[in-house]
């Protein structure tokens, strides 16, 4: 078989796998449902459901309907093995989604057909669908997105690792479950795979504790710091500073954990105090993610960022104008 003959099979297979979970039902929770029902302001189901189905293409049904056509979070872990095998590029991502799309029974006009969802209540249903509509499906699973085969490595390597700790350690064995959670961490984060963000990422990976329990939420942590920060950020600036906003953001909550221990939020604005709502527990979780990540990274202690300050010495063109920049080394 040719090359182009072997990814034509492997796109093929991947369609067919997500051909398979969608004709077994997505899975809806109790929470989304009453989004749609508050919405479209109905108590039913199936009620809301037919209204849907009525006019998908209306502008106030389309959200709700791309809504319930989501991949949730099990989907994803279920799906990510297979994309991550399959490693398809944007090309590749808009066949896979034309060829799913090419699954869509078309039985009440317009090319309008259904696709069976399971409600909260473990009855089925039926939600309204278009060809469009499963193509967005399949571009909310980001196929082209996979993680760098650097960072696939040290997954695999870090799970195996965790496999003989547990097992040294009489401990449960490792869940496949969890590189798929890491893999679709990393397909979801949307960074551009600088090489600095690649190391960041790889070194708290190999790092991290075989029994540490929140390998997935040190990672989407990580991630989400990189976005925010760009990848011209210096490290170890860039996490003190963060370091210090998220103390900021510690204090004025527990200052507002202990205001309202003394009274409510309506005497509290009544005697003119104003302030934004944080809520400490998250900013705990963070500054503990950042803690953890300095020390893997940088084998720092969070504290020890406080003190990081830049110089800019100049540049050397010799290792005697280098000594001769470096403090300590004056003439």
Not at 55 to 83: G, I, K, V
Not at 140 to 156: D, K, Q, S, V, Y
Request: charged share 25%.
């Amino acid at each position: 078989m040719t090359q182009d003959g072997r990814e034509t099979s492997a796109l093929q297979a991947l369609a067919d796998k997500i051909k398979a979970v969608l004709t077994r039902g997505l899975a809806q929770d109790q929470a989304t449902l009453d989004m749609v029902l508050v919405a479209l302001g109905e108590t039913e189901a199936r009620t809301a459901l037919d209204l849907l189905a009525a006019d998908p293409e209306a502008s106030e049904h389309a959200a709700l309907l791309a809504l319930l056509l989501s991949p949730d979070t099990a989907l994803r872990r279920e799906l990510e093995p297979a994309l991550c095998q399959a490693e398809l590029d944007a090309a590749g991502a808009e066949a896979l989604a034309d060829l799913v799309a090419e699954m869509l029974p078309t039985g009440q006009g317009r090319g309008q057909g259904s696709v069976p969802i399971l409600l909260p209540d473990g009855s089925r249903a039926e939600l309204a669908a278009t060809p469009d509509g499963l193509r967005a499906f399949v571009r909310r699973l980001r196929p082209e997105a996979t993680a760098p085969a650097e960072l696939r490595g040290i997954i695999a390597r870090n799970i195996h690792a965790r496999d003989i700790h547990a097992r040294n350690n009489h401990a449960r064995p490792c869940t496949p479950e969890l590189g798929a959670d890491l893999g679709v961490v990393l397909r979801h984060c949307r960074l551009a795979w600088t090489p600095g963000q690649v190391f960041f990422l790889g070194t708290l990976l190999e790092r991290a504790e075989p029994s540490a329990d929140d390998l997935p939420g040190l990672l989407a942590w990580a991630a989400g710091y990189l976005e925010d920060v760009g990848p011209e950020q210096e490290l170890r600036r860039g996490l003190a500073a963060r370091r210090h906003a998220l103390q900021s953001q510690l204090r004025q909550a527990e200052f507002m954990e202990e205001a309202l221990a003394r009274g409510s939020y309506e005497t509290l604005m009544s005697q003119g105090l104003r302030f934004a709502h944080v809520h400490g527990p998250d900013v705990r979780t963070q500054l503990a993610f950042l803690e953890r990540a300095a020390k893997l990274a940088l084998g720092l202690a969070g504290e020890a960022l406080d003190g990081v300050s830049v110089r800019d010495l100049g540049q050397a063109e010799d290792a005697e104008e280098l000594l001769r920049l470096l403090p300590g080394f004056e003439d």
